[in-house]
C-alpha cells in the first residue's frame, strides 16, 4: 500500500479546493423556488404516522420545481400553502410648505389616481376581498360598488376616502 505524502502547501491547496466544492454544492441546494414562482405556493409533505427517525405530522418542506423535481414519498401527504395575495399604498405630505401629497405603493398597485372630493381611485393588480378601514372595493358588496361607482370611472376597482397624512391602506386576497 502506497501513501501519498503532500507538502503543506499542497495539502492547503486540496482544502481550498474542497471547500470551494462544498460552498458550490451548498450555494445550488440553497437556490430553490420557494415558494413555487408557478403559483406562489408553498408546497411541502407532513409524515403520516412514526417513523424511524421522524414523527408523526413532521413537516419537510419541497422544491416542485426543482429538476428533477421534489415530491411527497410514501407515507407522506402533500400539502400546499397559497401565500395571499397583498398591496399597500402610503399617502403622505411632502414637508415643503405646498401641502403637495405624496402617493407610493410597494407592488399589486397598477394606478392611483385623485378622484373627486378628497377621494383617491385605485386599480389593484388583483381582486382583493378585505382590505383596511376606509375603502370601498368593487365587488365587495353592493353599498361598496354603489361608493366606488360614486368617484371613480370602471377602470377602478377601489377607491379611499378621506385620506389624511401618513394614511396607509392596505389590500388583501
Known amino acids: 500500500m502506497t501513501i501519498l505524502k503532500l507538502s503543506k502547501k499542497a495539502g492547503f491547496i486540496l482544502a481550498v479546493a474542497g471547500a470551494a466544492a462544498i ?14 414562482t408557478a403559483d406562489n405556493q408553498i408546497n411541502a409533505c407532513y409524515l403520516n404516522n412514526d417513523g424511524l427517525n421522524d414523527a408523526k405530522g413532521t413537516l419537510r418542506v419541497i422544491d416542485s420545481q426543482a429538476t428533477p423535481a421534489q415530491s411527497c414519498t410514501e407515507g407522506e401527504t402533500a400539502l400546499n400553502i397559497t401565500q395571499p395575495k397583498k398591496a399597500y399604498v402610503n399617502f403622505g405630505y411632502v414637508l415643503d410648505g405646498t401641502n403637495h401629497r405624496e402617493v407610493s405603493s410597494t407592488g399589486g398597485i397598477d394606478t392611483i389616481d385623485p378622484g373627486e372630493n378628497g377621494t383617491y381611485c385605485m386599480k ?3 381582486s382583493p376581498k378585505t382590505a383596511s378601514s376606509g375603502i370601498a372595493i368593487r365587488g365587495v358588496s353592493t353599498d361598496e360598488d354603489t361608493e366606488v361607482d360614486s368617484y371613480c370611472d370602471s377602470t377602478y376597482n377601489a377607491m379611499i376616502a378621506g385620506v389624511g397624512p401618513y394614511t396607509k391602506a392596505v389590500f388583501f386576497d
Open 23 to 36: 460552498g458550490g454544492l451548498t450555494t445550488a441546494m440553497v437556490r430553490a423556488a420557494i415558494p413555487s
Open 124 to 126: 389593484v393588480s388583483f
